[in-house]
């Protein structure tokens, strides 16, 4: 295989992470966009060294390291798992790290088509397939005005953490100019709660303006 193969396999491997990287990077995930780009660009990397180098050499296993790849980036992906109030959060991240390594794998075997269709129905799954989820599972929208100051969205989640609220997912959007931010949060309010009385007692914290809740 010549360098300049080589050279796209990796660049285009990285490309791939980096897509699926930016959107975990967006919804302020443990792994973001620089480790995706990194799990996806090793992998490749793997992949390329674990064939090119036996090719015609007898009794040589080509696929161990790419195995070993996929089996080894399961401690990378368990790094991203907490239990918080006997909740498990960051399964979703870990599956990302695990499945961009399997991305950059065929990527590192020149399975261009393969790389590219995997990387738009992974970015698919968990951009698009997020606002599907919440409506199946029957959560809560609150939409908040909030003043845009440090800890201010960290207030708001001790508080709803205190309450048994759990927070699937958050939208942030904020205006440099006027000092305030619009949050869309999408919460699992325990049974016993009515979101009126979480509303009520957010709209009396310091620091936010407006508050209103939709049921999915």
Known sequence: ???????????????????????????????????????????????????????????????????????????????????????????????????????????????YFPTVVSTLLILAILSIFKEMEIRVRGYHILTMVIQDQPGQLGKIGSYLGETGVNIKHVDLQCDDEKKICNVRMAIEVPFGVHPNKIVESLSKLEGVSRVSWEEQ
């Open 1 to 111: 295989m010549e360098n300049y193969e080589v050279l796209f396999r990796l660049l285009f491997a990285a490309v791939c992470g980096g897509i699926i990287g930016y959107q975990r990077e967006r919804a302020e995930k443990p792994a973001g966009f620089r480790t995706h780009v990194l799990v996806c660009l090793g992998s490749s990397l793997l992949m390329i060294v674990s064939f090119y180098p036996f090719i015609g050499k007898p009794y040589a296993d080509p696929s161990r390291i790419a195995a070993g790849a996929i089996t080894g980036i399961g401690f990378l992906g368990a790094g991203a798992i907490i239990s918080q109030g006997g909740v498990v959060k960051g399964l979703t991240t870990a599956a990302s790290i695990w499945t961009v390594a399997a991305v950059g794998l065929a990527a590192g075997a020149g399975l």
